[in-house]
């Protein structure tokens, strides 16, 4: 079983930044492909950026060239570097994880994006 517990969200001006983090509890969080979605009312759930085990990166094309996707193995956790966020990016961010063919969610963390 794998829980996974998101934080770092919170109001933020345009252009500004923010990191979340994810923290992960169960065994083998190296073995773990992960990802970051991002979810607006009456909006399909969209994928941010992914990072596999192997430490392979891929954004989305809204976020590209300003968010980072990265992971410690060592500490369990998923990060999510924001950078010159626009109010776009106004949403709650999850957490996702799978391993040995599961999917887990976490339950999410707000960034609002606002002046």
């Known amino acids: 079983q794998v829980q996974l517990v998101e934080s770092g969200g919170g109001l933020v001006q345009p252009g500004g930044s923010l990191r979340l983090s994810c923290a992960a509890s169960g065994r083998d969080f190296s073995m773990y492909d992960m990802a970051w979605y991002r979810q607006t009312p009456g909006k399909q759930r969209e994928s941010v950026a992914v990072?596999?085990?192997?430490?392979?990166?891929t954004y989305a094309d809204s976020v590209k060239g300003r968010f980072t996707i990265s992971k410690d193995n060592l500490k369990n956790t998923l990060y999510l570097q924001m950078n010159s966020l626009k109010p776009d990016d106004t949403a709650v961010y999850l957490c996702?994880?799978?391993?040995?063919?599961?999917?887990?969610w976490g339950q999410g963390t707000q960034v609002t994006v606002s002046s």
């Open positions: 996702y994880a799978r391993w040995f063919f599961k999917n887990y």
């Open positions: 990072i596999t085990s192997g430490g392979t990166t």
